[in-house]
């Protein structure tokens, strides 16, 4: 059984970093895709970024490029998350997922299996 448990949100002034967690438990073997999501209030699920656990090979979306960085630890199977230069707008909660991996990083949340619980990020101005 897949489980992933995410942590490392809370209340950050416009500007300012966090870096959250994500560890997984369950999975077997490489085949899979982990990404992060968020979901600000009365919005849909927007990608992040995702990669692929076989080679690392990473896409990002376009609205935290160049702020985000995405990291893993292999023997720990959790995955980091770096937010720097965090802005009002990026206030949301926070999702990582599993997605089968076919070869290709996917960006819509519907392709992802597993689903954290997720994580607040509060941006104040």
């Known amino acids: 059984q897949v489980q992933l448990v995410e942590s490392g949100g809370g209340l950050v002034q416009a500007g300012g970093s966090l870096r959250l967690s994500c560890a997984a438990s369950?999975?077997?073997?490489?085949?899979?895709?982990m990404g992060w999501f968020r979901q600000a209030s009365g919005k849909e699920r927007e990608f992040l970024v995702a990669f692929r656990w076989t080679n690392f090979r990473k896409d990002y979306g376009e609205s935290v490029r160049g702020r985000f960085t995405i990291s893993r630890d292999v023997a720990k199977k959790t995955v980091y998350l770096q937010m720097n230069s965090l802005r009002t707008e990026d206030t949301a909660v926070y999702y990582c997922?599993?997605?089968?991996?076919?070869?290709?990083?996917?960006?819509?949340?519907?392709?992802?299996?597993?689903w954290g619980q997720g994580t607040q990020v509060t941006v104040s101005s």
């Open positions: 369950g999975l077997s073997g490489s085949n899979y895709l």
């Open positions: 997922a599993v997605a089968d991996d076919r070869g290709w990083i996917v960006r819509d949340p519907h392709e992802y299996h597993y």
